[in-house]
């Protein structure tokens, strides 16, 4: 590991600026994916800045009738909280989907939101990796890519996002809150929030150097069926292969609203709008399902070892469709 500075500031304001006195800083909260990347020298801060001892550990209700939640609320804590449970059920399965109770406890909400992808060739330095070393090359585009995107992919990087917390938060319409250094607080959605890799992969998000996530806002829950799948090799402690956040409801015969965003398919926590479109008003049925997984998928590319993604999202997607709506008929 290359020699670092550590300090724990007791205030935002501090945090700040010690996040800004030198260059290569990096927060830390959880440890639980940063402390991996420095062991392996992937990412070499020159300091961390502990935010552990920030007053952003609580949930609390939005006059607006939605939830606020700190940004170093543990995920088990984010679980457990008995408004998530019963008001956003979607986000509780998702996060208890994710890894294991120990990281669980330990792994926060923007930290979450900021884990780095999991492709291989990302985690071994001695391989080509735009993401660790831009302009290096892409050894998953013609090599192992049984794990990568499909959607959202670029001739530079085509490696999938890996939070299941983040696709559910999408479903949900969450955004983020935040500090610049310069004190200018900011909000901004997922959708704001995450890049696509394009010809600049290194870079994840929108977030400005030294700028600190506060806390996640959720609106009111929308109204119908939550449901979270998660496909993956085994049954626990596994990264997605394809997850889906859907949130429908039917009223009168008819899928009255939708929501759908999904994992492990995408570079970024996926959401398509046009296939909610093309869902609402409209009785639920098999013909209008596989539409809609079409709808999905139509700009969906694999590369061989992840072509198997494509019919495992178009059979996932119409069985979650079917089961939440009460049967295709
Ligand atoms: C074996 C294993 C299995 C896992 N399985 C899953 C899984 O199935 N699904 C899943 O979703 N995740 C999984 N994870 C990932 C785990 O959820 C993440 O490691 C964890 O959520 C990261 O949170 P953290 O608080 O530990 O982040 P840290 O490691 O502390 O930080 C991660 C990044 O976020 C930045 N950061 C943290 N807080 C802030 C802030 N407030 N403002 C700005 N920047 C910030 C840090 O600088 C760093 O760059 C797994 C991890 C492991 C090790
Ligand atoms: S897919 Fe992205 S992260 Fe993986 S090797 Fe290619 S550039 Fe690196």
Redesign the pocket.
Known sequence: MTPFDYIRPATTEASLAAATERPDTRFIAGGTNLLDLMKLGIDRPKRLVDINGLELRTISQTTEGGLRIGALVPNSDLAAHPLVRSRYPLLSRAILAGASAQLRNKATTAGNLLQR?R????YDPA??????EPGS?????G?F?RI??ILG?SD????SHPSDMAVAMRALDASVESIEHSGARKSRTLEELYRL?GDT?HIDTNLEAGELITHMLLPPPATGEHRYVKVRDRASYAFALVSIATIVAVENGRIASASLAFGGIGTMPWRDREAEAALRGEPPSGTLFAHVADLVLRNAEGRGGNDFKISLLRRTLTATLEEITGGAA
């Open positions: 992808t492709c291989y060739y990302f391989a080509p990796c735009n993401k660790r090359g892409c050894s998953a585009i090599g890519n990568m995107a992919t530079q990087c085509i490696a890799p992969p």
